[in-house]
């Protein structure tokens, strides 16, 4: 994948929810359905599609769990690649254009 296409919005709230911390698998589903607000419908399938390509990509990698995590029903934890923020800032820079020239259109006006 070219880090500076468009993410799939999926990848997107994966990689955005990785980007602050490293989370397992449950955690990160959960985390995308908070800051989506639901719009981003991840059953344990495709999220770990999802995961799988980014991780195929080099924008995530399985993590060692945080000291004193030894909750074996975790699972895997994950991080963020450079190469992922990497995505990410590209992501931002293409949204923040994209508001821009919405702006500029002036919508919301009357």
Do not use: C, W
Request: hydrophobic fraction near 45%.
């Amino acid at each position: 994948m070219d880090i500076f296409a468009t993410l799939k919005p999926a990848a997107f709230h994966i990689l955005l929810a990785l980007a602050e911390r490293d989370l397992h698998g449950y955690a990160v589903m959960q985390a995308v359905r908070q800051q989506s607000g639901g719009s981003i419908p991840l059953q344990t399938g495709s999220f770990y599609r999802h995961l799988s390509t980014l991780i195929d990509e080099g924008l995530v990698i399985e993590a060692p769990a945080p000291k004193g995590d030894d909750d074996p029903r975790r699972g895997a934890y994950y991080r963020v690649t450079a190469r992922g923020r990497q995505a990410l800032a590209a992501e931002q820079a293409r949204l923040t254009g994209l508001v821009a020239r919405m702006k500029k259109l002036n919508l919301g006006a009357k």
